[in-house]
């Protein structure tokens, strides 16, 4: 039941950040850094962004997986900001 559940979770996870919003791939740091140096990208600050970050981070935590959870709230905390 873990195992299918952990499954489910991982799938669920790549859907959200391959297919529904590819901007949100990543660790975080590297865009925010893209976005001090002056390389303005829309497309890494937009609420779908934020929202399928946080949703793919919480079902790949969920699954097991070994997350670095500070780059990718640094990169919502800007996004919001």
Known sequence: LYLCCALLAAN???FVT???CPEAAGGGIPEVKTLLDGSYKRALV???????KSVGLTLAISA???VGK???FVHMAVSIA
């Open 46 to 52: 937009t609420p779908r962004t934020i929202l399928a």
């Open 18 to 20: 391959q297919w529904i």
């Open 12 to 14: 669920l996870s790549n």
């Open 64 to 66: 097991g997986f070994s």
């Open 70 to 72: 500070e780059g990718p």
